[in-house]
């Protein structure tokens, strides 16, 4: 779709995955959890009610791909979803896999602990694996 444009926070705070029937999938640049965002790419939507029926069922079709896919290749003990658009108002579900293990466990990942960027080889790494298990 021609008139969507994504958001300069998540464009600043994430790294482009892939483009799904609905979704742009985005990777969260936190590397303390595999953290996937997806983002309609319908302009001008805030939230989930406001896409047309069709188009939420492809949501949650999604959101149900991605929490497999995380679910399947890091074998987290939750899988947290939400789309509060607090900070950004474009609508985006975040898929987090999280594990007891994780710096902010049992907490929100937002707020409890700074996002850690990835490292070069271990971004490449991290993308090839998600793009390869799509």
Same mark, same amino acid.
């Given at each position: 779709?021609? !008139?969507?444009? %994504?958001?300069?926070?998540?464009?600043? &705070?994430?790294?482009?995955? =892939?483009?799904? @029937? $609905?979704?742009?999938?985005?990777?969260?640049?936190?590397?303390? #959890?595999? #953290?996937?965002?997806?983002?309609?790419?319908?302009?001008?939507?805030?939230?989930? +009610?406001?896409?047309?029926?069709? !188009?939420?069922? *492809? $949501?949650? @079709?999604?959101? =149900? +791909?991605?929490?497999?896919?995380?679910? !399947?290749?890091?074998?987290?003990?939750? *899988?947290?979803?939400?789309? %509060?658009?607090?900070?950004?108002?474009?609508? +985006? /579900?975040?898929?987090?896999?999280?594990? /007891?293990? @994780?710096?902010? #466990?049992?907490?929100?990942?937002?707020?409890?602990? =700074?996002?850690?960027?990835?490292?070069? &080889?271990?971004?490449? =790494?991290?993308?090839?694996?998600?793009? !390869?298990?799509?």
């Amino acid at each position: 779709m021609t !008139d969507f444009i %994504l958001h300069e926070k998540l464009k600043a &705070d994430a790294i482009e995955l =892939a483009r799904l @029937d $609905l979704t742009l999938l985005l990777l969260m640049n936190a590397r303390q #959890w595999p #953290w996937l965002i997806l983002v309609p790419q319908r302009p001008d939507v805030r939230e989930i +009610h406001e896409l047309p029926a069709l !188009d939420r069922t *492809i $949501l949650m @079709d999604e959101v =149900a +791909h991605c929490s497999r896919l995380l679910t !399947d290749l890091f074998k987290p003990d939750k *899988i947290n979803i939400g789309a %509060l658009g607090n900070i950004v108002p474009q609508l +985006h /579900v975040h898929v987090i896999a999280r594990t /007891v293990t @994780d710096p902010a #466990w049992p907490k929100p990942v937002w707020g409890t602990v =700074a996002p850690e960027p990835y490292g070069a &080889d271990e971004l490449e =790494a991290r993308l090839q694996t998600i793009r !390869d298990a799509l």
